[in-house]
């Protein structure tokens, strides 16, 4: 019997974390400002009143401590959760994460496991200042040894959190800030996919929409638009980054012939590039057209005046379906 309720982002990650503690005690998070306040996003509000300062740590600021101290916590059999206060914060510790907490396991040939979830809220439209609005996915996404995921409703967050916390490998986990407030339906009694399985939210037949994060939204109101044109669109919500479910993909490639990757990073080595090159590798006979890909620009996140031109909307979703058709 399903157990229904509605919630933002934000609280659904709550939700899921607190869950997470209550199955096991070796389960903790650390961050800066996440107790009495409950971080920047108040994402962990109420958790430290109802587990405790050592359970629910304020730390210092310093990113590389954090991921450093995450990193003994695993070894002594903990599980910590680590918040990255910012995406742009978190290259101060990511010399912890990609030299050392991603080689872990490797180094140890599989005897010493790094079950260590990094949360760094990530990308565009809050306005914000530099080094608050990036979108580093594809660092980690490069990073062998690394799982990257990202939720983009709050059921799904509710869900991956706790199977990222489950995981025995270390678990970048990639929340899209603009989504923390829009509120949406969780199933509290049963998840829906697993964790590294990508969605297809929406169905049609003429092209294939892929992204992930925040850019789902964007792309479901460019399909609602196509479709009032008469273009039936799909719609393919990656969720896991690293590793990619290509199956759902590649189905729906075979049956549109025409595919459109949407990001917000910049699109030069991005995960999009990596994505096209795939698709164009195994469902070449498929495409009718290239797989066009709409992102961010290279150049640096703009101020915030100026970041409606920079990110990808609707409009430049439509554009490249209309020029995938146009083939």
């Given at each position: 019997?399903?157990?229904?309720?509605?919630?933002?982002?934000?609280?659904?990650?709550?939700?899921?974390?607190?869950?997470?503690?209550?199955?096991?005690?070796?389960?903790?998070?650390?961050?800066?400002?996440?107790?009495?306040?409950?971080?920047?996003?108040?994402?962990?509000?109420?958790?430290?009143?109802?587990?405790?300062?050592?359970?629910?740590?304020?730390?210092?600021?310093?990113?590389?401590?954090?991921?450093?101290?995450?990193?003994?916590?695993?070894?002594?059999?903990?599980?910590?959760?680590?918040?990255?206060?910012?995406?742009?914060?978190?290259?101060?510790?990511?010399?912890?994460?990609?030299?050392?907490?991603?080689?872990?396991?490797?180094?140890?040939?599989?005897?010493?496991?790094?079950?260590?979830?990094?949360?760094?809220?990530?990308g565009g439209h809050?306005?914000?200042?530099?080094?608050?609005?990036?979108?580093?996915?594809?660092?980690?996404?490069?990073?062998?040894?690394?799982?990257?995921?990202?939720?983009?409703?709050?059921?799904?967050?509710?869900?991956?959190?706790?199977?990222?916390?489950?995981?025995?490998?270390?678990?970048?986990?990639?929340?899209p800030k603009s989504?923390?407030?829009?509120?949406?339906?969780?199933?509290?009694?049963?998840?829906?996919?697993?964790?590294?399985?990508?969605?297809?939210?929406?169905?049609?037949?003429?092209?294939?929409?892929?992204?992930?994060?925040?850019?789902?939204?964007?792309?479901?109101?460019?399909?609602?638009?196509?479709?009032?044109?008469?273009?039936?669109?799909?719609?393919?919500?990656?969720?896991?980054?690293?590793?990619?479910?290509?199956?759902?993909?590649?189905?729906?490639?075979?049956?549109?012939?025409?595919?459109?990757?949407?990001?917000?990073?910049?699109?030069?080595?991005?995960?999009?590039?990596?994505?096209?090159?795939?698709?164009?590798?195994?469902?070449?006979?498929?495409?009718?057209?290239?797989?066009?890909?709409?992102?961010?620009?290279?150049?640096?996140?703009?101020?915030?005046?100026?970041?409606?031109q920079y990110l990808?909307?609707?409009?430049?979703?439509?554009?490249?379906?209309?020029?995938?058709?146009?083939?």
């Amino acid at each position: 019997m399903s157990e229904m309720t509605t919630l933002p982002m934000s609280k659904a990650l709550n939700a899921g974390m607190a869950q997470a503690m209550r199955d096991s005690d070796r389960v903790l998070l650390m961050g800066e400002d996440i107790g009495p306040l409950g971080g920047v996003f108040r994402v962990t509000e109420g958790l430290q009143a109802e587990f405790g300062k050592n359970r629910v740590i304020d730390t210092p600021l310093a990113e590389s401590g954090i991921i450093g101290t995450a990193i003994g916590l695993a070894m002594g059999g903990f599980r910590p959760v680590c918040e990255i206060q910012f995406d742009g914060f978190v290259f101060p510790g990511f010399d912890q994460i990609t030299t050392q907490l991603a080689k872990m396991t490797n180094r140890h040939e599989g005897a010493l496991r790094m079950p260590v979830v990094i949360r760094i809220p990530y990308g565009g439209h809050i306005g914000a200042v530099e080094h608050h609005q990036e979108s580093p996915e594809a660092y980690f996404t490069h990073t062998p040894g690394l799982r990257v995921v990202s939720p983009s409703t709050p059921n799904d967050a509710y869900w991956m959190i706790q199977d990222a916390i489950a995981s025995d490998d270390p678990v970048v986990f990639l929340e899209p800030k603009s989504r923390y407030w829009p509120k949406g339906e969780v199933d509290l009694s049963a998840r829906a996919l697993p964790l590294h399985a990508s969605r297809i939210v929406r169905r049609g037949t003429d092209v294939t929409l892929v992204g992930h994060g925040a850019m789902v939204s964007t792309l479901l109101q460019a399909a609602a638009l196509a479709e009032s044109e008469g273009t039936s669109c799909e719609v393919i919500d990656l969720r896991s980054l690293s590793p990619v479910d290509y199956g759902p993909i590649l189905d729906s490639v075979a049956r549109t012939g025409r595919m459109v990757y949407a990001q917000e990073a910049p699109q030069f080595t991005s995960l999009g590039s990596e994505i096209a090159a795939t698709v164009t590798e195994r469902a070449f006979y498929s495409l009718e057209a290239p797989v066009l890909r709409v992102s961010g620009f290279d150049v640096p996140f703009p101020p915030a005046k100026l970041e409606g031109q920079y990110l990808p909307d609707a409009d430049r979703i439509l554009e490249a379906v209309d020029r995938a058709l146009a083939y």
